[in-house]
């Protein structure tokens, strides 16, 4: 099995070949051309950032809804109650309760993809922290997981909206969809992704901002991209 792998592996490595001077559109093409593994592999954007992160004022983080999602059905769980609970579950949401669902994931269920809050039940959610917190899944209000709006998070989150924020090394890691996307769809969804991350750039990063990407998918080598291209992209007329 390992030696299957090795090869398949090896013949990925010959289509990048060495290169680092891809824009996103060819690095995809480059992932798409690539030998397959016998499932659906995921996709991945991975930046370096020229941040320290130990720094709050250089802490990069958001989301956002990718145009033709991940390819994945993700499972909502909200804290709300009365109206917005009703609100909710018409959003589509897969579980809906305050304290009741406060004490069922205390107690350890956790078949859930992301929450949503609103912000009267954060006092109960709160009590959560130590479950949640460490997985990425506490409601925050920065994200828009903290909201009386419960039905537009829903809709977000069930259409493909994805978190991302720098490591403390300065990287961030981002799934853009599966490797049966087509091209097209796949170069939108890291577009957007990169837009978010160039909009959310902290005033106090100083120097290259973007320091290095690539794109991989989940059994093959990352393909290069040239950051100088992407960053050109944003480069206001006249910069």
Sequence with gaps: ??????????????????????????????VKAMPSAKFDETVDLAIRLGVDPKHADQMVRGAVVLPHGIGKTVRVAVFAKGEKEREAREAGADVVGAEDLVER????????????????????????????????????PKLGTVTFDVARAVREAKAGKVEFRVDKAGNVHVPIGKKSFSAEHLQANAMAVIEAIMRGKPAAAKGQYLRSMTVSSTMGPGVRIDVQKVANLFKKPGA
């Design 1 to 30: 099995m390992a030696t299957v792998v090795s090869k398949r592996y090896d013949a990925a490595a010959a289509v990048v070949d060495g290169r680092t001077d891809s824009t996103v559109e060819e690095a995809i093409a480059a």
């Design 105 to 140: 994931v205390q107690g350890g269920w956790m078949e859930f993809d992301t929450t949503i809050a609103t912000p009267d039940l954060m006092g109960q959610v709160g009590r959560l922290g130590k479950v949640l917190g460490p997985r990425g899944l506490m409601p925050n």
